[in-house]
């Protein structure tokens, strides 16, 4: 079938004005294990920027998106879980076959990458190209959702509970299952404790939300932007701090030396090392941000040991996506998890608009409607 897609022609490493255009492409019928869906709405993610950037690898000529909502269309024949005619949004992808999967920590899928970033199926085909057969890398976290239809694997479907808005769905695809899944999965914040969120952006602000579904007291939400800090203590932060240079003396004191969880949610800054610094005893600090492939961290050797500080990577949030994914929508039509405040839409067709909007900070969770 013919759809509209938006195509990335190269990376711009951030020195050119990009080329993303919307293009007409062929889309192939679905294999035996996917599901074709019309795409109502997709997000702008922190990731789909990084390949725009030419931080992190992605094939051009290619179509991004990894955050998308819609309906079921047409199924393979081997799919069991959802029909045509349903509400669905995409997860991350995973094989379901190797050792992480089996344990259900499909986040950490050992072809997670492959899945994710090599712009094919495992089995080097994509499924979608351009009208003169050229072929594009069309399965971006193996959905390419910044287009009309797209297709997607059975297992990273979630279906989306009646009573909320669908377009408002694809996020937790990514960035708000990330943040929320930080706090809810991986570190499960004890009651009376005390959390520091560094970075209030849209995965940062998902883990504000999250934390205020725990048992935390002090939740504390780090960042340079006024604004953003307003609307953190407005969706959940007890506290607020603007990054500065006596951000860490100032948590501290805040906190009484007891911090006893950090959440490194930046896009970019690697704050690592000030989120482990301010940590108290026994504290854990949680690495999310989208920091460059190359960078690393810095962190005193004798403070981590002596105090017995925890450093871990999260990806994805954690957890096992669809039954997670659900979780969270579930919340949101409660009217407990606000995803709603945090959202700006945008027409596909200014799909660079959006992007300029999101790195200029002014959007804190862009996201696209198609035009059907």
């Not at 035996?32 to 000529?61: F, M, N, Q, S």
């Not at 669908?166 to 708000?176: A, E, H, V, W």
């Not at 990330?178 to 991986?186: C, D, R, S, V």
Request: charged share 25%; aromatic share 4%.
């Amino acid at each position: 079938m013919r759809i509209k897609a938006a195509v990335m022609q190269k990376a711009d490493g951030m020195l050119t004005r990009r080329r993303i255009e919307l293009e007409e492409v062929e889309l192939d019928s679905p294999y035996d294990d996917e599901v074709l869906i019309r795409i109502t709405a997709c997000g702008v993610c922190g990731t789909d920027k990084g390949a725009i950037h030419g931080l992190e690898p992605y094939p051009t000529p290619g179509v991004l998106g990894h955050e998308g909502a819609g309906i079921v269309e047409a199924v393979g024949r081997d799919v069991k879980s959802v029909k045509p005619g349903d509400r669905v949004m995409i997860g991350f992808p995973f094989c379901g076959e190797c050792r992480t999967c089996r344990r259900g920590e499909m986040r950490y899928c050992e072809k997670g990458q492959a899945l994710s970033f090599s712009g094919y199926r495992l089995d080097g085909s994509s499924g979608m190209k351009r009208l003169n057969g050229e072929p594009l890398a069309g399965r971006f976290f193996q959905q390419s959702s910044w287009s009309t239809h797209t297709l997607a694997l059975e297992r990273q479907l979630a279906k989306v509970p009646d009573g909320i808005d669908l377009d408002l769905c694809g996020p937790y695809g990514c960035s708000i299952s990330t943040g929320a899944g930080t706090i809810l999965n991986e570190l499960k914040p004890l009651p009376g404790s005390a959390i520091a969120i560094f970075g209030a952006g849209n995965v940062g602000l998902a883990a504000v939300m999250a934390a205020r579904l725990t048992g935390a007291t002090r939740i504390i939400a780090i960042d340079k932007v006024p604004e953003r800090l307003a609307l953190a203590r407005e969706i959940g932060a007890t506290h607020s701090l603007e990054h500065g240079a006596d951000t860490i003396a100032e948590l501290k004191e805040l906190v009484g030396g007891h911090l006893d969880y950090s959440v490194e949610a930046t896009d970019g800054s690697n704050l690592v090392g000030e989120a482990i610094s301010a940590l108290g005893p026994r504290g854990t600090c949680a690495m999310v941000g989208g920091a460059k492939m190359t960078a690393t961290v810095k962190y005193n050797h004798p403070d981590v040991l002596m105090n017995g500080k925890h450093i871990i990577g999260v990806m994805g949030g954690g957890g096992q996506t669809p039954t997670f994914l659900q979780s969270l929508m579930e919340l949101q039509r409660q009217g407990r998890f606000p995803l709603e405040k945090l959202v700006r839409f945008y027409d596909l067709a200014d799909v660079n608009q959006a992007v300029d909007d999101s790195d200029a900070g002014t959007t804190i969770k862009p996201i696209l409607r198609m035009p059907h």
